[in-house]
């Protein structure tokens, strides 16, 4: 063993008291090789099970196969923990994993001031150190100093324990993220047992990587134990949530799971026809494990194909998706625009992420939103719907379907790469109190003949006609329609009053949709959001209030059509702060809609907006003079 194992031990029945903390931030960081995001994500379930609450914010590197030890191949796993009701992974990690010299060097600046590093002291030879850029080893010189380093060798201790499981070789050093985890979860007094548990079910008790993984495990909380270097450990107790039935939902599958209810309220078949793209994927794994509750999923060659066949399944009276992210959405755009001509409900899912073209695949950004709004020909609105936290978007999702079937009309619904790779906890919802969102298909009435287009006086939406139907066949195609018969019509005062119409459907839907509330009755400024800013805006907001500041907060699910209050809201306040992942998206939108003024705080950094920024430039409006005098 190396000389960084010859440590003062103490015997194994040694239990510290832990010191109580109310939270907690924790980066786990490393190639992208090393297993963070799944030793982020079991120590996230173990918190989870031990009752705290949670967020978490995976983040990946933008290359499937980044140069390895280099600072673009980087993978990294955030959770925040507390005994509190938080709303964000946190702005800053208290304590960093860092499996390797490129881990440590792209994460350091993100360290709290006398943060705990937890370093894998294995690989910082002189080829990583040079791969990261380092000129210098910083675990031998002063640049650390600032912080508490806490080193271990763990490929050398992985090794060790795993000699008898029967993994061989380098192969071995594959379950040295379960060595920290193991580790951390000595130092944060996490159990194992769920570890443990689901390594049994993963991988086989009694397979050589079951055993090793294990092995390994129980490795890294026995040295914590038995080292004097891990001697102070930590504490977070239980959150005080309300009473029910929870579990730890990632925003994909909380999105897929919400169209499931959807289909059963709609008493529809649900059928999901997508192309594989980064971050949205994960929608249609997951809605591919439940043909059991009747869902049909198809992989299609290309985006254009996944939409024109979820398109046909509306046609055939399925409750149709299809989910992409921005460059699917442009080549979508010409099937999206044929389905609002023949007004058949669809819901696509845009999963946001950082462009334009291939641009930052792997990261977030708000970017989509002036695309989903116009990013069609002719005259085409469509309802957009945003989800605001991972646990949302099973109502997000929900409302996306009672929308589209309700008023015959595909929608856009909004989300990003943040929300659909992180979790928290979620009170699993009594389906029985989900509202019905059925609609029955068309009928033939006696002595009436079937008009395709004929308006539902409150929606304003046509008739569900399905083919196979005597008496209901009707035309279906992109051509202009008769405002009665549905066929072709080249009149152009027709088309004026079929586009006068579609538009009218889609802005008779806000007489359909709740009023914006607010959040805090000061009437100085208010914050208004959209999408996964939401946590960091009400927790600045929160911060800003219990120190006696004047601010309020808004957030919008429905961005077309806006509340119908949104206009007389936005006139009770001096001033608008708006926040985005973008360059100013809403605050346009707000612009032309309400001559609006606003603020924008818009940052396209390919990570969450932070509260502590927000919180930075509420103080700034508030208060310039005194913000001018902390700044200088």
């Not at 270097?229 to 939902?249: D, Q, R, S, W």
């Not at 287009?453 to 008496?471: C, F, L, N, V």
């Not at 009755?521 to 996964?532: A, K």
């Amino acid at each position: 063993m190396s000389d960084d194992t010859l440590i003062e031990t103490r015997p194994t029945d040694f239990k510290p008291t832990p010191e109580q903390i109310q939270d907690v931030v924790i980066r786990f960081a490393g190639d992208s090789g090393d297993g963070m995001q799944l030793a982020g994500t079991q120590f996230t379930e173990s918190s989870a099970l031990f009752g705290n609450d949670l967020s978490t914010l995976p983040d990946f590197p933008a290359e499937i196969r980044a140069p390895q030890g280099t600072i673009g191949g980087v993978s990294s796993f955030q959770v925040h923990i507390a005994d509190w009701d938080i709303l964000t992974p946190g702005d800053r990690p208290d304590c960093l994993v860092a499996m390797n010299p490129a881990a440590l060097r792209a994460n350091i600046r993100d360290l709290v001031p006398g943060g705990l590093i937890l370093v894998n002291t294995d690989a910082f030879d002189e080829r990583n150190l040079g791969k990261a850029g380092y000129q210098e080893n910083p675990l031998e010189n002063d640049s650390l100093d600032t912080y508490t380093v806490l080193r271990a060798p763990m490929e050398e201790l992985t090794k060790e324990a795993v000699k008898d499981s029967g993994v061989k070789g380098r192969a071995a050093l594959r379950s040295k993220n379960f060595f920290a985890l193991g580790l951390m979860s000595w130092i944060y007094t996490r159990p194992l047992e769920s570890i443990t548990g689901w390594i049994d079910e993963k991988f086989g008790s009694d397979t050589p990587v079951g055993r090793a993984n294990a092995q390994a495990l129980k490795a890294g909380y026995n040295y914590g134990i038995t080292t004097e270097a891990f001697h102070h450990t930590f504490e977070i107790n239980p959150a005080p949530l309300p009473a029910g039935e929870y579990t730890n939902v990632v925003g994909n599958v909380a999105s897929a799971w919400g169209l499931m209810a959807a289909g059963e309220k709609a008493n529809l078949p649900l059928f999901l026809g997508s192309y594989p793209i980064t971050p949205a994927t994960t929608i249609l794994e997951e809605l591919a494990r439940h043909r059991n509750f009747g869902v049909k999923t198809f992989q299609a060659e290309d985006e254009i194909a996944g939409i024109g066949a979820s398109l046909g399944a509306a046609f055939s009276g399925h409750l149709a998706i299809t989910t992409t992210s921005g460059p699917g959405l442009a080549l979508k755009s010409e099937t999206l625009s044929l389905a609002l001509m023949v007004e058949l409900p669809l819901i696509v899912i845009d999963v946001q992420r950082g462009g334009p073209s291939t641009g930052l695949p792997t990261k977030v950004e708000q970017s989509d939103l002036l695309f989903a709004m116009y990013g069609r020909h002719g005259e085409s609105p469509l309802p957009i719907v945003s989800t605001s936290t991972p646990s949302d978007a099973f109502d997000a999702a929900f409302e996306a379907a009672r929308i589209a079937i309700k008023y015959m009309t595909p929608v856009i619904l909004l989300t990003d790469g943040y929300i659909a790779t992180s979790s928290e906890p979620w009170m699993l919802p009594d389906l029985d109190a989900l509202p019905d969102i059925s609609r029955p298909y068309a009928t033939l009435e006696d002595d009436k003949p079937f008009l395709p287009y004929e308006r539902d006086p409150e929606t304003m939406a046509r008739p569900w006609a399905i083919p196979g139907q005597p008496g209901l066949e009707h035309r279906i195609g992109g051509l202009e329609k008769d405002a009665q018969t549905g066929n072709v019509s080249y009149d152009p005062e027709n088309h004026e009053h079929m586009s006068r119409q579609r538009a009218a459907k889609i802005a008779k839907i806000q007489d359909d949709i709740a009023e914006l509330e607010v959040h805090g009755d000061g009437h100085d400024l208010l914050v208004l959001g959209w999408g996964s800013t939401y946590g960091a805006i009400r927790t600045a907001v929160n911060r800003v209030q219990k120190g006696g500041g004047p601010v309020a907060h808004a957030h919008l699910r429905h961005i077309n059509p806006f509340p119908k209050n949104l206009g007389d809201l936005l006139s009770r306040y001096d001033r608008i702060l708006i926040p985005e992942i973008n360059l100013g998206q809403l605050s346009r939108l707000i612009r032309a809609e309400y001559g609006v003024e606003s603020i924008g705080y818009n940052r396209v950094l390919g990570q969450p907006l932070k509260a502590r920024e927000i919180q930075s430039k509420i103080l700034e409006i508030l208060n310039p003079d005194a913000h001018d005098e902390v700044t200088a």
